[in-house]
Structure formats: structure tokens, C-alpha cells
């Protein structure tokens, strides 16, 4: 009797010390904030939670934003066994135990059991596939967590049999009512003030993340010195905003295809914002300088033919000097292609010349065209005999056909009315007139 008093007190000492974040658990779905799109009720999600439905899930996210809170709220209410697992310290011989226990606990008391795994994409391909089978035979019913798009991350036959459930960052109104609660139950901080400027500010600053703004809040009150907190306390305790950011994740190509889109809409002000989201996140500045050059002739082209340049000596400019100064060619190429004329009509011509080649047209080169190096074959063979030397002609143009013969008449390149494609697209056709 007194060892378990003993054991109470330990654990009531340990959660009056725990940090504010997991003090402030929900307890159950009310206290739930976030995720309304998948959570609320008649959705599937809230239906498989409620009903304590044997189907396996993945919750896919970034974090703060309620998976392993879910996972926890599923274990207090299922009447399965709940088993949880870390990726990261967890390996074939757990999956072994926790699948052994598994059977006994249901052929002896008919008992389910969920296995809840978070960071579930730290598991390697052996492990994933140790645990497949057990999945789709009902011995156990899988949770996974994952920060992770589980469709690149996560095996596709163990996908397959899970429903995939993404969790977004928290807005604005559910991060407020986050830190609100917090300030009001016994369980957080009811002893501080928060005024609105503020607590603003710290919703700012979490940028989504549930954790990340009980975090600020309970730093932010133990430096405020008479209980109130301020704009200044809060940007303190912040130390900077955080970004969100995974340089081999979702983040990663979200952002920078979100930059390129930018360049593209022809939207200066967005893709100087995702530039500096990339750059202050610590993307490689060589990774955006590649991205440049290849959207400069892929978005740009020839409807203004100095982009490429302006996006290959941005390139060359931050290998030289590195960041921070190579930020500003990064910029100066961002703007240039994002003010440009834009034509893909090079991207769409060198694509169709090469579905044709692939398709097997083209066929010989005619024989006018080929290289008369030696004299003596170049007689016998006819081998450049009867081409016409444009310089030699007025206007450095004479019509002659260069295509293979089954290729003749065939027209890739279609310049546009943008830019300086509009003068390319009148001189080619005042060429094509000539030509007949």
C-alpha cells in the first residue's frame, strides 16, 4: 500500500514537471484542436476513432500537429490492447515479440491489438516488410505517424493496406484557442497574462505547430518577470520564427516547386518570397542556381534569349562568392526570369523533335548535307554535292531542304508573339515564304 502511494506521488511529481506541451494533452476529441477536414464528426477518421474500428492508418503530417496526440486519445478509449513502438529504437525482433503477443492475447481472451508506430518511415524495408503480413491478416491493426509522405516513404504494399490520413498545420483560430486553453486550466499556465498583441505574435511564430506555441508560451512565461507577457517576452523566447523545412521531404519540393510556378505566373514578389524561404532554411543556393537556368530557357526561351544568361552567370556568381552576397544573383536572376516575356515554344519543339526520333522517323541525312571532308569520296559518293552556301546569297538566306526526306515539311519550333519570339516568328516566316 504505501509503495504504490509511494508510485502515485512519483507520478503526479513527474507530471507537475513535465513541459507545458505534454501537460496539456488532450484528454479527449473536445479538447482535440486542429485537423477538422479528416477529424470532424461523420468523417471517416472521427468514425474509426469513435467506433474503435479495426482498420489501420497512417497519419502523415508535419509535426505539432495532433498525430501521436490522436494515437494517444485512441488508446485511451479502444477496448484493444494498445502497443506503441519508436521507429528509430525499434527492430524486426520487437515487431516478432509485439506480433507474438498479439496472438496470445487474442486466442486466449479475444482481445485486439493496435500497434502504434511512430515515425513510421524510420523503419527500413526489412522491418516494413515484417510487419506486412500481420497487417493485412487483422493480428494486429497498424498506426503509423509519419512526418513523411508515406507514399515515398513507407513501403506501397503496407501503404495499400492503410488508409493514408494527412494532418495540416493548425490555423490561426486553432492555435489561438491551443494557447487559450492553456492559460485557463489547471494543467497549464492559469496564473499569466497573455494581451492580444501577444498572443498574436506567439501564434505567429509557431507557424502551425500545437507544440511549438505551448513551448514559446511556457518560456515566454518564465521570463516575464510580472506575469504578463509581451510582444518582446514572446520574441525572445522564440528566438527566431521556425520553418518548416526538410531539405529531402515534402517541404523541399513544395517549396521550390511553389518558386518555380512563381517565376513561371510571371509573380516577382512570390518567388522572392519562396527564394528567401529556400535560402533562410538552408537549401543549397547551386540546387536554386540549377533551378534558374532550367526554367529560364523552359519558361523564358527565346521570347527574351538573355535569361539564360542572366541565370547561368547567377549560377557562376554564387560559386564564386557563396552566400550571403550570392543571394543578391539569385535575386537579380528570379526577378529577370519573373519579368520576362515567357514562351515554352523551345521546350515544346525540342520534345516533339525527339518523339520523332524516338518514334523512328528521319531516316537518312540528305546527301547535300553530308560531310564532304574528303574530296575523292565526296565525288564518288555526291556527298555534299549541290548544297547551297548561305553566304552566298542575298540576305545570308537561299531555300533549300535540310530535313531527311520522310521528314519534310515537318515544323517543331512555333515562336510565339512574346518578346523577342515575335520578331524570330515574322523572320521565319518571311524564310518559309521564300522557301515555297
Known sequence: MEQDLFHLQEEQQKQREAPLAVRMRPRDLNEFHGQTAILAPG????????????????????????????????????????????AVNSGVADIRRVVKDARDRRGLYGQRTIVFIDELHRFNRAQQDALLPFVEDGTVTLIGATTENPFYAVNAPLVSRARVFEFVPLNEDELTAVVKAALADERGLPEIVCPPSALAELVRL?????????????????????????????????????????????QHYDTISAFIKSLRGSDPDAALHYLARMLEAGEDPLYIARRLIVH?????????????????????????????EGRLALAQAALYIATA????????????????????????????????????????????????????????????????????????????????????????????????
Not at 531555300?399 to 518578346?419: E, I, K
Open 43 to 86: 468523417k471517416p477518421l472521427h468514425k474509426i476513432v469513435t467506433g474503435d474500428l479495426p482498420i489501420s492508418v497512417i497519419l502523415y503530417g508535419p509535426p505539432g500537429t495532433g498525430k501521436t496526440t490522436l494515437a494517444r486519445l485512441i488508446a485511451r478509449r479502444t477496448a484493444a490492447a494498445f502497443v506503441q513502438l519508436n
Open 206 to 250: 509557431a507557424d502551425g505547430d500545437a507544440r511549438r506555441a505551448l513551448n514559446i508560451l511556457e518560456l515566454s512565461a518564465a521570463l516575464a518577470p510580472d506575469r504578463v507577457l509581451t510582444v518582446a517576452g514572446v520574441q525572445a523566447a522564440a528566438q527566431r520564427r521556425y520553418l518548416l523545412y526538410d531539405r529531402a521531404g515534402d
Open 296 to 324: 529560364a530557357s523552359e519558361d523564358v526561351g527565346l521570347a527574351d534569349p538573355r535569361a539564360l544568361s542572366v541565370a547561368v552567370s547567377a549560377c557562376q556568381a554564387v560559386e564564386m562568392v557563396g552566400l550571403p
Open 341 to 436: 516575356p515567357k514562351s515554352n515554344a523551345v521546350c515544346t519543339a525540342i520534345d516533339a523533335a525527339r518523339r520523332d526520333i524516338q518514334q523512328g522517323k528521319g531516316g537518312s541525312v540528305p546527301p547535300h548535307l553530308r560531310n564532304p571532308a574528303n574530296p575523292a569520296a565526296a565525288r564518288q559518293l555526291g556527298h555534299g554535292q549541290g548544297y547551297k552556301y548561305p553566304h552566298d546569297y542575298p540576305g545570308n538566306f537561299v531555300p533549300q531542304s535540310y530535313l531527311p526526306d520522310d521528314m519534310a515539311g515537318s515544323l517543331y519550333y512555333q515562336p510565339t508573339d512574346n518578346g523577342y519570339e515575335r520578331k524570330i516568328r515574322r523572320r521565319l516566316q518571311d524564310w518559309r515564304q521564300k522557301g515555297g
